[in-house]
């Protein structure tokens, strides 16, 4: 078994030719806010609903919360779980939190008390840094319930209280930079079983990737980049995201939503050049491109993401934007795809995209990890100069996630193009991509066998047309009265789990079909419930 490690470093051998080629450059986050305040510093650098800052404001601020954060006792090295909406304090509190050589933890605005219990005791997190009431809930409350639970949180910080205000204030100091080869922050995996594991992110592998996006990207210091999703995120967050426009030094509009009336609004505001949204979102936002006043004509290009974008999606997203189409396809655990904005029309509508590294190694394979012929679909392998040898304390689940020389296994099926543009064709992993959003199906099996009604339950995927998939609950009932559909969506919502992994649907049936060795066979689930779906598409549980 593999030791349970903080961050699995790359060969020195690896790491060493990584440093030559230039890709880690020896940064940190908080030096690279130094540099881009001293070139841009009265170019505005964040935008939100109610406030803008320019760069030397935000360094400032920066400055600021690292100082109170450490006068508070959070020592490098700490970890502090960052849940905030789409605020322009998202950014200074990150930037703070690295430059007192703290790792920030991203927990989304959706997680409830169930996720942020699993993610601060798995990181044995020193502080949960939220807002107060946001969307009609309570994180505040959530926190300190979280707080109580786990030990070593000491501090719960919640913006717009008097203590936040305090710390915000306190006077600047100068701090220690820390490794730039050790870890900035742990981002949240997709959790393809159970919650997700922790990605551990380095300063120079995440600036490696943050440069090349925004130069793919072209962003430059006029663009100006929309976040509509939520910014925690790994693609709002870099790809090329609000880290992307502040390297060009560009400014980010963080948007509270993501609707259409909401982003619309926006971009005609802020002149909005850029933006990436997931296929559903990029489908809700055509539909109300045909009946929008808004003046649109500054977008230059829709990145979409998070999930595939199928062909007759992306061909009618320029003729109805106005703008230029960039497919991505990437991971937080590191590999990043774009299709380059010169590519020709059928690589763009049919692909997504090719790496954005020399250097990233690329392998296709079959169930017994040989490579399959160009152009036929297999289990993507990957390595390289950003993508993480290991996830945080994970040795166990290392083992089989990483190939024995390191190549990460995505769980993702593809085809690789002549040019080296992959095609997406599904995924290998239990998982299920809601929009975009990825939900484990053993999570969700654990919280409805919790219910004294429920005997046995499993969780499967069915196609939907804006959503790409949506959830199946298949549950056998215990002896007595069974619980209704209505009945156990209410109580995994009460469980205080995120909304978008309550199962859509429910069914309960008398028994599960099992394989020769008697195992549940989601195989013949899946083929149950899409025979239901035909016949059915518009049913909800």
Same mark, same amino acid.
């Given at each position: ?66 100082? *109170? ?54 990181? /044995? ?9 946001? $969307? ?133 505001? $802020? ?34 993401? #998070?999930?595939?974008?199928?062909? $007759? ?61 160009? !152009? /036929?679909? !297999? ?26 020389? #390191?190549?990460?296994?995505? *769980? ?10 992959? =095609? ?11 929009? #975009? $959003? ?6 969700? =099996? ?22 790409? /998939? ?36 429910? /069914? ?7 394989? *020769?060795? #008697? ?23």
């Amino acid at each position: 078994m593999l030791p349970d490690l903080d961050h699995t470093p790359w060969p020195p051998e690896v790491a060493a030719h990584y440093r030559a080629a230039g890709y880690w450059r020896g940064q940190t986050f908080g030096s690279l806010l130094t540099a881009l305040t001293a070139a841009h510093a009265g170019r505005t650098a964040v935008i939100g609903e109610e406030a803008r800052w320019t760069f030397a404001e935000l360094d400032d601020r920066a400055h600021r919360i690292a100082a *109170g954060l450490v006068a508070r006792g959070i020592r490098a090295g700490d970890r502090v779980v960052v849940q905030l909406p789409n605020v322009p304090e998202f950014l200074a509190v990150i930037f703070g939190l690295w430059r007192a050589g703290a790792w920030p933890v991203f927990a989304l605005p959706a997680h409830r008390e169930s996720e942020l219990r699993h993610f601060a005791g798995q990181a /044995e997190a020193a502080a949960i840094v939220t807002v107060g009431v946001h $969307e009609r809930h309570d994180h505040a409350a959530t926190a300190r319930a979280v707080a109580d639970d786990v030990p070593s949180v000491e501090h719960v910080l919640v913006l717009d209280t008097p203590e936040w205000a305090e710390l915000a204030g306190t006077a600047p100091r100068e701090l220690p930079d820390p490794d730039p080869e050790g870890v900035a922050f742990l981002q949240l995996s997709g959790g393809s079983t159970g919650l997700p594991k922790l990605i551990p992110r380095t300063h120079d592998d995440y600036l490696y990737s943050v440069r090349e996006s925004a130069r793919i990207c072209r962003l430059r210091p006029e663009s100006v980049y929309l976040a509509a999703l939520p910014v925690a995120h790994n693609y709002p967050l870099s790809s090329p995201g609000v880290l992307g426009a502040l390297h060009a030094g560009a400014a980010s509009v963080l948007s509270p939503r993501p609707d259409a009336d909401t982003a619309f609004r926006l971009i005609e505001r $802020e002149h909005v050049t850029i933006t990436g949204v997931v296929p559903p979102l990029a489908a809700a936002w055509v539909q109300a491109a045909a009946r929008t006043t808004r003046d649109l004509s500054s977008l230059e290009v829709l990145l979409v993401g #998070g999930a595939k974008c199928g062909r $007759e999606l992306a061909a009618r997203i320029g003729p109805a934007l106005g703008c230029t189409l960039q497919q991505v396809f990437g991971m937080a655990e590191g590999l990043v795809n774009y299709t380059r904005l010169d590519d020709p029309e059928e690589l763009v509508l049919g692909t997504q995209g090719r790496p954005i590294s020399l250097d990233d190694e690329i392998r296709v394979v079959d169930e017994q990890d040989r490579d399959v012929p160009p !152009g /036929e679909t !297999g289990a993507l392998l990957t390595r390289g100069p950003y993508t993480i040898r290991g996830y945080y304390r994970a040795g166990a689940h290392n083992a089989t996630a990483f190939t024995a020389d #390191g190549f990460y296994r995505t *769980g993702d099926l593809v085809r690789r193009k002549p040019s080296g543009h992959i =095609e997406v064709v599904g995924r290998a992993k239990e998982q299920i991509n809601r929009g #975009g $959003e990825k939900v484990a199906a053993e999570e969700v =099996e654990d919280h409805l066998m919790a219910h004294p009604g429920v005997l046995d339950a499993a969780v499967v995927a069915v196609a939907d047309q804006y959503l790409g /998939e949506r959830t199946c609950a298949y549950v056998v009932a215990a002896e007595g009265a069974a619980p209704t559909a209505p009945e156990l969506r209410k109580f995994v919502r009460q469980r205080g789990i995120a909304a978008f992994k309550v199962p859509d649907l429910v /069914e309960i049936v008398p028994a599960f079909p099992v394989t *020769g060795v #008697g195992k549940t066979s989601k195989r013949e689930l899946r083929a149950a419930l899409s025979e239901l779906a035909a016949l059915a598409p518009d049913l909800k549980g």
